[in-house]
């Protein structure tokens, strides 16, 4: 990514556009702009063009959607309506529709009051930076000379069936054959996206499912429940004793597992545990994995011991779908639960993921608390410092707290330092078989940047 790009994507994040609702950036007007930016760049030939445009459930997606519907009309694009569904749905129903731009207005796992944009190419793949960065420029400019004569103005309808054409598409990814009768399962949608979807996919794949987090009301959402907040659904798990819990965020592109015991499988295990069983099975491309900087390092030694090159990417589920595209994998994913499995998915999808955990499940006939732990993760550690002023990461003292830290951790240990893509925080994460030293080697970079913020 070029220091250019960097500089010309004020709006743009690490995962589209998000910020609280009615303030800047997430306000009508932008996403007016953004509508008329996006669809004009978008334009492309003498077809008739359209945009699948989709929702989580937050009360603000009314307002923001409105306004996108305009912009995307203005620039004389049809707008397909979806209301509530996953973001991967989105993403597969722009590819199924030959759509030519798909967009998710969610915020994923953050409070009610924030909402986001991320846009979708034709191909079901979030943009890159480089073309986010094209649409922006766009948006600064006067685009009234461009927009659709009154003939060409768009149309907008509603897709009745797109929740269905999502359930089979998920399902389709279990095994064919497989079901999940006897198994009972606590699903907990957050109160989000995957409400009506999630619990229909596994209710006719034979589950019994015990529905918690599934009546949205539009500030609901992700409080106190979902992937972020599982506390709810390991106690349902033991009190209905289920066979397994899963946990959905507010767009349903992440999952976490609860296993029989009550107890937390995060995004690193169910990518061993996917990871081994596609290996077993013939079906890992490559014998390669994509991961981020943030996974533990336990992970890549287990995958390493059966062949397998874990390979990392910057934090962020896209940089992940970029890795595997130019690897060939077909299985990448996120500690915090973003698994991508791109034999059936362009991104994300914490249904799909779940469905590849309970295959596992099924076909062992073992508890989940047996087959969901496939590593003994490292001790890690991870701190944020706020810092004012100038980044402190390029500062001589950073540099050289940095180097004497590595050296200490040596080829049994990681240290990950950076910058958070959404506050004024700089991550310090360290990880090695020894506790005692992480935190050692934590606390001195801790130290650092607060001494090269001050001067000392």
């Not at 649409?135 to 004569?149: G, K, V």
């Not at 797109?162 to 009768?181: H, M, V």
């Not at 990681?414 to 030293?437: F, N, W």
Request: hydrophobic share 45%; with cysteine.
């Amino acid at each position: 990514m070029s220091n250019q790009t960097n500089a010309t994507r004020r709006l743009f994040g690490t995962d589209g556009i998000r910020g609280e609702a009615n303030s800047f950036p997430m306000t009508v007007d932008i996403a007016l702009k953004l509508g008329q930016a996006a669809g004009l760049y978008f334009r492309r030939g003498a077809h008739r063009h359209s945009v699948v445009l989709g929702k989580d459930t937050r009360l603000s997606g009314y307002m923001i959607e409105s306004a996108l519907v305009s912009g995307f009309l203005s620039a004389g694009m049809d707008v397909i309506l979806v209301g509530p569904l996953p973001t991967p749905a989105i993403a597969m129903l722009t590819r199924s529709l030959r759509a030519d731009l798909g967009v998710m207005i969610s915020a994923s796992h953050n409070p009610f009051g924030d909402n986001g944009i991320k846009l979708f190419g034709p191909d079901g793949f979030k943009l890159s930076d480089e073309v986010e960065a094209e649409i922006e420029a766009l948006m600064t400019m006067d685009l009234s000379a461009r927009l659709a004569s009154p003939a060409e103005v768009g149309r907008a309808s509603r897709l009745n069936d797109a929740a269905g054409r999502y359930i089979e598409n998920a399902k389709a990814s279990f095994p064919r054959g497989s079901r999940l009768d006897g198994l009972r399962i606590v699903l907990d949608c957050a109160n989000g996206a995957a409400y009506r979807v999630a619990p229909v996919a596994l209710w006719e794949l034979g589950a019994d499912v015990i529905k918690i987090g599934c009546a949205p009301d539009g500030i609901n959402i992700n409080a106190s429940c979902g992937s972020t907040h599982p506390a709810a659904l390991q106690e349902a798990v033991i009190r209905h004793e289920a066979d397994i819990g899963i946990a959905l965020d507010g767009d349903a592109d992440r999952v976490i597992i609860v296993d029989e015991k009550g107890e937390i499988v995060d995004g690193d295990q169910i990518l061993g545990l996917i990871a081994l069983f596609l290996h077993r099975s013939g079906r890992l491309h490559s014998t390669d994995a994509v991961a981020t900087v943030m996974s533990n390092l336990g992970l890549e030694k287990t995958l390493q011991a059966h062949g397998i090159t874990l390979h990392r990417t910057a934090v962020g589920d896209r940089y992940v779908v970029e890795r595997m595209r130019e690897l060939g994998a077909n299985l990448g994913g996120e500690q915090s639960g973003h698994m991508i499995m791109s034999d059936f998915t362009t991104t994300g999808d914490g249904l799909v993921a779940a469905l590849q955990v309970l295959a596992v499940l099924v076909e062992m006939r073992a508890p989940a608390s047996e087959i969901c732990r496939v590593f003994r993760p490292y001790p890690q550690l991870l701190r944020n410092v706020r810092y004012t002023g100038a980044d402190p990461l390029g500062t001589e003292r950073l540099i050289e707290a940095r180097r004497k830290a590595e050296a200490r951790l040596g080829t049994q240990g990681r240290l990950v330092l950076r910058k958070s893509g959404t506050e004024p925080l700089i991550r310090v994460m360290a990880e090695a078989e020894d506790a005692a030293l992480v935190e050692d080697v934590v606390a001195s970079i801790c130290d650092a940047v607060t001494a090269a913020m001050t001067g000392e």
